[in-house]
T-cell receptor, first 110, second 119 residues
Framework: QKEVEQDPGPLSVPEGAIVSLNCTYS??????FMWYRQYSRKGPELLMY????GNKEDGRFTAQVDKSSKYISLFIRDSQPSDSATYLC??????????FGTGTRLTIIP | GAVVSQHPSWVICKSGTSVKIECRSL??????MFWYRQFPKQSLMLMAT?????????EQGVEKDKFLINHASLTLSTLTVTSAHPEDSSFYIC???????????????FGAGTRLSVL
């Protein structure tokens, strides 16, 4: 079993829809949770960063962390074609290494 | 936000030559830098972690003598692919995290990546 599980998709939704992306994990030591967006042939771009459980909102993006269920989510409201990318969840505990999900390929259909 | 610059973005080289990739943190001091390799449609694979002024720590299976990493200052790390071969062709990405005072501790900020093609 992988430490972090993420549905690779692909996921296609119409423009304007709410997108829900999820990851589950098994390591209780994870405390820092991140979502990155990666466009083709580019480096990952940090979207959201959350420490421990709770919700965090930034514009159209909301990140949720439920440590009791070992489950994290990223919601994108009013999705735009420019949101089409691969979304990577990442998390870490006390050491510096990030553990990534496999990434979900998202396409927003105009 | 924290900015990491990676150069070059694309390099083509002949088999047997060496290639150097630079990674710079532009607006924060990067105490730790990471180098990743990414194959098409796959997630990032950590190659090594480097702390400023120290030798890099390589992940299992990564050849230290082939992938030379130098982190001589708080803003610059380099990856040199020595005696490159076609199987080294890949997308290489660096990331950096900083000191607690800079507000970027525990977060990795990524460069744009370097596409290496070895002929």
């Amino acid at each position: 079993q992988k430490e972090v599980e993420q549905d690779p998709g692909p996921l296609s939704v119409p423009e304007g829809a709410i997108v829900s992306l999820n990851c589950t994990y098994s390591n209780s030591a994870f405390q820092y949770f991140m979502w990155y967006r990666q466009y083709s042939r580019k480096g990952p771009e940090l979207l959201m960063y959350t420490y421990s459980s709770g919700n965090k909102e930034d514009g159209r993006f909301t990140a949720q962390v439920d440590k009791s269920s070992k489950y994290i989510s990223l919601f994108i409201r009013d999705s735009q074609p420019s949101d089409s990318a691969t979304y990577l969840c990442a998390m870490k505990g006390g050491n510096e290494k990030l553990t990534f999900g496999t990434g979900t390929r998202l396409t927003i259909i105009p | 936000g924290a900015v990491v610059s990676q150069h070059p973005s694309w390099v083509i080289c002949k088999s047997g030559t060496s290639v150097k990739i630079e990674c710079r943190s532009l607006d924060f001091q990067a105490t730790t830098m990471f180098w990743y390799r990414q194959f098409p449609k796959q997630s990032l694979m950590l190659m090594a972690t480097s702390n400023e002024g120290s030798k890099a720590t390589y992940e299992q299976g990564v050849e230290k003598d082939k992938f030379l990493i130098n982190h001589a200052s708080l803003t610059l790390s380099t990856l040199t692919v020595t005696s490159a071969h076609p199987e080294d062709s890949s997308f290489y990405i660096c990331s950096a995290s900083g000191t607690s005072g800079s507000g970027v501790k525990n977060i990795q900020y990524f460069g744009a990546g370097t596409r290496l093609s070895v002929l």
